[in-house]
């Protein structure tokens, strides 16, 4: 398997699986637990692939400009009713986190909470990928800092376009060290919905972290999440560039 550092440098363009098996996480079987080395060595990979399917037009570079606004966490501004005819998707990677000595945040592009392995939160996301490219976007979990994690929440939000994750054939990857990769498609119409819950990692104790299929569609942003789950954070508009 690749190092992660080959991946935040850039020297690699897609995820390396290493060629494990998949546990596809669905309604009936949401569960899956990642114990033993692979639970505390190394990193998580975590990964958000996306193509918009045919028919459903892209935006171009221009109409992805965004200004930078951001002093504090940040959720997108609202969508502008009038674009809702023209479905631009761009799909952001993010991840609620708390922490076993309470504190919480979020990493996430929006607003450039881009994280930090070596420290607090010790999660990091390598980039911002716009328009659906082959490596998607991809954050990484320092699994030897396991023991100050308490739960983690990926989650995936429609920073710019029309709300279409039908639209965009989404796959949330899960990679540990060792074991099987974990797959969770975000293939249900929610037509409305602008952000998912997808996946709560939860370090349940003996060197065990549980991960369950959430799923949740919601038809706000970061905010509306958050109150589904209780990380009692504060949030306001913010803007990205390109």
């Known amino acids: 398997m690749a190092s992660i550092w ?3 440098r850039g020297e690699r363009n897609a995820l390396d699986t290493g060629g494990q098996f ?19 060595t190394g990193y998580l990979y975590v990964n958000l692939h996306w193509t918009t399917r045919i028919g459903a037009p892209r935006a171009s570079a221009g109409e992805s400009l965004r200004r930078v606004f951001s002093p504090r966490i940040l959720r997108p501004m609202e969508p502008d009713s009038s674009q809702n005819a023209q479905v631009n998707v761009d799909l952001d990677l993010a991840c609620m986190y708390e922490l076993t000595d309470g504190k919480r945040g979020v990493v996430q592009p929006l607003g450039g909470f881009f994280g930090d392995l070596r420290n607090p939160p010790y999660i990091k996301l390598s980039g911002d990928d716009q328009y659906g490219a082959p490596s998607g976007e991809t954050m990484y979990v320092n699994l030897e800092k396991k023991d100050q994690f308490k739960r983690l929440l990926i989650f995936v939000y429609i920073y710019d376009g029309t709300p279409a994750f039908e639209q965009t054939n989404a796959v949330v990857t899960i990679v540990p060290q060792s074991g099987p990769r974990i797959e969770v498609h975000l293939e249900e119409r929610a037509s409305a919905a602008r952000s998912c819950a ?4 939860e370090n349940t104790g003996d060197n065990t972290l549980t991960v369950r299929r959430e799923v949740r569609y919601v038809n706000g942003f970061q ?3 958050d109150r589904l789950y209780g990380f009692g954070m504060q949030w306001q508009r913010g803007y990205k560039t390109e």
């Open 6 to 8: 080959e991946y935040l």
């Open 22 to 40: 998949k546990v596809t996480l669905t309604k009936s079987s949401p569960h899956h637990a990642i114990t033993g080395a692979a639970a505390t």
């Open 198 to 201: 997808v996946v709560l990692i």
């Open 223 to 225: 905010a509306d999440i």
